[in-house]
């Protein structure tokens, strides 16, 4: 099933004009490939701040009818008790 931003990638971009290139192991790989000129990625801003402000990359502005969200995950340790900060954080996420 495609997540959001497939889906806005090819709604936005025409595979058979932009094809697909390789993978990359990072965002950060991502993003300086992009740097050098090698295509177009969709990254989180963190990601990319660095580099637009050195002026290596820049934002595009997104449709504004379009929302663009990526899934979040909780992970723990199995077999050891969350710490009272990790409980507290998760109450935070969980019971806003």
């Known amino acids: ?17 932009l094809p697909a290139g390789p993978q990359l192991g990072s965002n950060e790989a991502i993003a300086r490939a992009v740097a050098q000129g090698m295509g177009v990625a969709l990254l989180p801003n963190v990601v990319t701040e660095d580099l637009v402000q050195l002026g290596k990359l820049i934002r595009l502005s997104e449709k504004k009818s379009d929302t663009l969200s990526r899934p979040l995950y ?3 340790y199995k077999d050891r008790p969350s710490s009272p900060a ?10 806003a």
């Open 86 to 95: 990790a409980q507290a954080f998760e109450k935070s996420l969980f019971n």
């Open 1 to 17: 099933m495609l997540n959001n931003i497939s889906r806005l990638c090819s709604k936005w971009l025409n595979p058979t004009l």
């Open 74 to 76: 909780q992970l723990h």
